[in-house]
T-cell receptor
C-alpha cells in the first residue's frame, strides 16, 4: 500500500514568517500534486510536479519534487493570513488515482 | 463554465438505511473519481471511471458500496445498510483524461452523517 506522510499536521505562524511543509513516501509516484482546501469545499490544485528534482514557483510558494520522486516540499515565503487553509499533497500512482497525505492545517495570524 | 457539482450537499440518515450520492462532472470530462474524506484526514480514493466502466474500484471498502456511471457522465455512489463509520465527506472529481499531467477538478462534496 502506498502511503504519503505529511508534516507538520498543524502549523500556526505569524504573518511574514516563512514555512515549509513536507510530504514523504517510500513509494515512487509518476507525479505529485499539491492542493489547497477551504472548509466546505473540495481541494483545488496548486501545482503538479513530474520530474525528479523539479522546482516550481507560484508567487510566494515554491514546490520541489525529490530526485527519486518519493518526496516533495512546499515552502511559503512571507506568509499572509490569506494563505490560511488545509494543504494536501497527493501522489499519482500507476493507475492514475491520487494517494493523498493527511494534510497540513496552516493558520497565519495577522 | 460549470464546475463539478454534487448533490445533496448534506445527507443525514439512520444506521441501516440506503443512500445515493450524485456527481455531475464537468461536461466532456471522461474520467470521474470518488474519494472519501474523514474529519482531519486527506481524501481517500474509492473508485474511478473511464467513460462508463469502472477502471479501478480497489478503494471501495466493502460490498455495501457501489457506484455507477451508465451514460459516461453523471455518476451515483450507492451505500447500502449504512453504518456510523460511513460518516464522512464524499468528494467527486473529474478530469479530461488519464495521465500524470491531468488535473482533477473536485466538487464541494456531500457530507454524509449516519446516526
Amino acid at each position: 500500500t502506498q502511503l504519503l506522510e505529511q508534516s507538520p499536521q498543524f502549523l500556526s505562524i505569524q504573518e511574514g514568517e516563512n514555512l515549509t511543509v513536507y510530504c514523504n513516501s517510500s513509494s515512487v509516484f509518476s507525479s505529485l500534486q499539491w492542493y489547497r482546501q477551504e472548509p466546505g469545499e473540495g481541494p483545488v490544485l496548486l501545482v503538479t510536479v513530474v520530474t525528479g528534482g523539479e522546482v516550481k514557483k507560484l508567487k510566494r510558494l515554491t514546490f520541489q519534487f525529490g530526485d527519486a520522486r518519493k518526496d516533495s516540499s512546499l515552502h511559503i515565503t512571507a506568509a499572509q493570513p490569506g494563505d490560511t487553509g488545509l494543504y494536501l499533497c497527493a501522489g499519482m500512482d500507476s493507475s492514475y488515482k491520487l494517494i493523498f497525505g493527511s494534510g497540513t492545517r496552516l493558520l497565519v495570524r495577522p | 463554465g460549470a464546475g463539478v457539482s454534487q448533490t445533496p450537499s448534506n445527507k443525514v440518515t439512520e444506521k441501516g438505511k440506503y443512500v445515493e450520492l450524485r456527481c455531475d462532472p464537468i461536461s466532456g470530462h471522461t474520467a470521474l473519481y470518488w474519494y472519501r474524506q474523514s474529519l482531519g484526514q486527506g481524501p481517500e480514493f474509492l473508485i474511478y471511471f473511464q467513460g462508463t466502466g469502472a477502471a479501478d474500484d480497489s478503494g471501495l471498502p466493502n460490498d455495501r458500496f457501489f457506484a455507477v456511471r451508465p451514460e459516461g457522465s453523471v455518476s451515483t455512489l450507492k451505500i447500502q445498510r449504512t453504518e456510523r463509520g460511513d460518516s464522512a465527506v464524499y468528494l467527486c472529481a473529474s478530469s479530461s483524461g488519464t495521465s500524470r499531467y491531468n488535473e482533477q477538478f473536485f466538487g464541494p462534496g456531500t457530507r454524509l452523517t449516519v446516526l
